[in-house]
């Protein structure tokens, strides 16, 4: 065999391992939904291996929004729910969650309560055959390899607010992280960063609806959030979030979002990237993020408006990269297809398609 063979030979194997490597890598999409269930808390976390998590409930008048919203995520079963802490506008749905849902573990923290509600969500874990995981500070959840999911408190058992008694949670996935705070107050925060407990993340999920109780400014120091997202009902009687958070804020994070306005948020990432829709469409979208379709990635080029396929010997350096799900979409942002590699071909369309000229 000729070494022009040989050349060839290798091209061809790297391109297949490239388009292997693209396809199975960017596949691997960890999602982080903010849901809108008005004044409360209701997170639902899905993992590239497919595992849903449920932090909270909500209310309870706002169950069948959160019903409705799993459903619409495809959600039958839960491997995690965690009642951060036992007051009503984060424990109110968790009833019939644990009645319609089939759960796998429950999550605690070991603090009770005299309400109704919370009797009742612990009849309805019993009833459901579980047996309730006490929540301690600084415990590694099992969740998948390569996730994350570290409870990093409640750091005591004796605080007099039950907000300080909240599960606070640390996901990271890669190299993107996020902390979720429950309704923890500047108490339990000191007791955090004195433990040397906080890290910092790239999405803050803000204490107590914005309520100036919490996310003091040695806090935000601390967590240096891209980030922020406010769960609260819109004109809601607490006046949450209160306007010195929201300024706290602005001068540590990038943006903040709050369910009152954006209605549910959601974040994904890849591990490296992370782009935020809400019900009007996406907020941060950034070109490093690839997109998926049946058909694979196409790639294009900022400087030459070609795309291409993944496997394409011409493919642009990686700072002039741009990723469409799409030909459709990379024909209507102005891009012509490689002659070499064809990805209209690809797609089963005419080699000489209508494309910007």
């Known amino acids: 065999m000729d070494r022009a063979s040989v050349r060839a030979i290798k091209r061809i194997g790297c391109a297949f391992l490239f388009l292997f490597l693209s396809l199975s890598v960017f596949s691997a999409i960890l999602s982080v939904h903010f849901i809108d269930v008005g004044q409360g808390d209701a997170i639902l976390i899905q993992t590239p291996d497919g595992k849903n998590i449920l932090i909270d409930g909500g209310p309870v008048e706002a169950f069948p929004t959160l019903d409705d919203y799993l459903r619409s995520q495809g959600v039958e079963v839960l491997e995690i729910v965690i009642a951060t802490h036992p007051h009503a506008d984060h424990i109110g749905g968790l009833s019939k969650i644990f009645a319609e849902y089939p759960v796998a573990r429950v999550y605690m923290p070991r603090v009770s309560h005299t309400t109704v509600?919370?009797?009742n969500l612990l009849l309805a874990v019993r009833e459901a055959g579980l047996k309730i995981q006490t929540a301690r500070m600084d415990?590694?959840?099992?969740v998948e390899e390569g996730i994350l999911f570290r409870l990093l408190g409640p750091v005591r058992d004796d605080y007099e607010e039950l907000n300080n008694h909240s599960v606070v949670i640390y996901l990271a996935f890669?190299?993107?992280s996020f902390l979720f705070m429950g309704d923890a107050e500047t108490d339990a925060e000191a007791d955090l960063m004195k433990r040397?407990?906080?890290p910092d993340a790239d999405v803050l999920k803000v204490a107590h609806?914005?309520?100036r109780s919490s996310t003091s400014e040695a806090f935000l120091k601390k967590v240096e959030p891209t980030y922020a997202v406010i769960s609260c009902g819109k004109n809601n009687d607490y006046g949450h979030p209160h306007a010195s958070v929201l300024k706290r804020l602005r001068l540590y994070a990038r943006e903040v979002f709050r369910t009152d306005r954006n209605g549910a948020l959601l974040f994904e990432t890849n591990g490296v990237a992370l782009r935020i829709s809400d019900k009007d469409g996406w907020l941060v979208l950034p070109s490093s993020f690839p997109s998926e379709s049946e058909g694979g990635l196409y790639i294009g080029n900022r400087k030459s408006k070609i795309f291409h396929?993944?496997?394409c010997d011409f493919l642009p350096d990686e700072k002039n990269r741009v990723y469409?799900?799409?030909v459709e979409e990379a024909l209507n942002e102005g891009f012509r297809p490689c002659g070499l590699c064809r990805p209209l071909a690809r797609e089963g369309k005419a080699s000489g398609g209508n494309y910007p000229k």
Do not use: A, N
Not at 139 to 142: L, R, Y
């Open 196 to 198: 040397k407990l906080i």
């Open 309 to 311: 396929v993944p496997s």
């Open 117 to 119: 509600l919370y009797r």
């Open 209 to 211: 609806h914005g309520s």
């Open 324 to 326: 469409f799900s799409s």
């Open 139 to 142: 415990m590694d959840v099992t």
């Open 174 to 176: 890669q190299e993107v």
